[in-house]
């Protein structure tokens, strides 16, 4: 069967892998096929085609990912099973066509942060730099945690600069800009519609949010029992973010928020490592993002 | 229900984390909750009880989790309602 | 070049995690005619896709179970007859290595945990004989195995998935002890084997010394007379469904808080 060979990148790390992604579909008539990951920050686009052009694909691709960053695998004749365990279908499917909520996308930008807090201030520094819209807050193993976002092209140069801002003073930064990113990408990276967003939490005027990540679950049970305590706060979500980081998320007016940051921070330090912000005024875009908001009371 | 206390331990392994579970449950008179993972490799369990039994059991548990790898403990004598929500307890 | 019709008795979940069927009358026996596992172990999926496309093309043995385990550590375990398996281990683990080698699927992961894990990233193991034991970890519990007497249950506590397996093989062969259940959290896992004081403290030696020769034994423990309540809440023994769904494999109250 003709085009039958499977080739794939495996990048360490969401922003190189987009690149790379988009640009092995751009060098050669390949059809991809998944996007997958181990659960660590290592992604990979698996592709099929022509022996020739999967290895074209993939070699352009580890080019534009960083060689030092990318796995190329090639397999020009898979043995036999192969292609069946890796879940690809025998037959070249027609790829699913991208989502009609995204046909006014012109750009995509992201942006790998570690922490739950970087990605947050990431996340509201960028919805507030630009007429950007965020399509994906994830936490994608271990310590990383990615925020995309798109719009035109401009906005989205602004927005990522204003997150990486935001983020590099609490931790590593990956970023890319994807200016054009290829159609056929867009359906596998599993991108969520932008939710209409709704600035009242609780149906009370914007408050403010508070976050306190710690390490490990005894912590942030101390941490969170402080907060609860110390000041009129609203617990809204609770997110697993990495190596044993969890963090807890409060709602109220400022100044409680951060009475109860404080508090909260001071014990759960005694216990484990802590990280926390306090974002007086956050976008309501952020806040769709995070699942909170609407209805929660 | 309200008024009981919470205890975790929370360990660095499922395995040191059922041990002092079952140190725990022979400690003192404390009820299991839950399991939960917490990330990584770390993992812990919830016990619930009456404040002084909640604290020996805590204790006894991570005296037995420590043995086996790191582990960190917490006891929260008078949990608020949206705390229990928060963690699903 | 695909050879569909050679696969219509092995069942794909739907994403894409592969496990062989249950032959009938509890054996597994494929056409092939072998029963020899072989398990190699990678950080990263292109060392073990690699890897699993030399083993299928190394020789004749077949997939048993094609499996993220979480953290980045994948396995894939193949069956077939003995002089199959040898082979097509060899063949998957050096070209497992060959891709690992870079050091771009470990790089990441061990600047995140600070040099805490010393990650081997390729290992992989070989048994010739397994015990039910192991083929219940592989491939789902059957029939129930006789519960030897005796309420002693341990752990034994692995780095690495292949050490797990070579283990629990040892220990399932060493003494009458019985195999209760898997908790995985990559790259640790835990095995919980049931029987007599004696018999489980001979059989935690023996799996911790098998699992070191392997990957690494972290530890394990020896509960002589366990609470009720824990043991209720035994993590539990794998099924046919893929090894993450065992959620660590505790049984209860599991809630996975997950952002996004």
Partial sequence: MAGGAIGSIEVDGYAPFLQGADAMLKAANVQPVKVDSPGVALMSLYVQGDVGAVRMAVETGVAAAGANRALPLVIANPGPGLAATLGFSSAPAAPSPAPAWSSSWLAIGAVQV?????AIEATDAMVKAANVVPIKFQWIGLVWHVVCVTGEIGAVRVAVDAGVAAAQRVSPVLSCLLANPHPDLVPLLGFSPPAPSNGEVGGRRRSSLGVLETRGLAASSEGTDAMLKSARVTPVRYLRCGLAWLASMVTGEVGAVTAAIGAG???????????????????PALLSMLGIGGSNG | MTMRSIGLVEANSYGAVVAALDAMLKAANVEMVKYDMVG????????AGDIGAVQAAVEAGLAVAQQLGQARGSVVANPTPEYLELYDL | MDSADGLSNVMVSTDGNKLAPAGAGGSLRLRSGGASIGVVESMGLSPAVEALDAMLKAANVEVLRFEKL????????????????TAAVEAGRAAAERLAKSGVTTAGVTKAMGGALDIVPVTSCLLASPSPAVLTLLRGAEDEQPAPSGGAIGYVETMGFAAAVQALDAMAKGAAVSFRGYSGTPPKFVLWIQGDVAAVRQALQQGAEVADRIGKALGSCLLARPHLETMEN????????????LVGGMPRHIKLLTAG
């Fill in chain 2, 40 to 47: 990584g490799v770390w993992a812990a369990v919830f016990i």
């Fill in chain 3, 70 to 85: 979480g953290l980045g550590w994948v396995i894939a375990c193949i069956i077939g007859d003995v002089g199959s398996v």
């Fill in chain 3, 234 to 245: 035994l993590p539990a023994k794998p099924t046919a469904a893929p090894l993450t769904s």
């Fill in chain 1, 114 to 118: 570690e922490g739950a807090v970087a």
């Fill in chain 1, 265 to 283: 921070s001071a014990a759960a330090s005694r216990v484990a490592e802590v990280k926390s912000c306090v974002i007086a005024s956050p976008s």
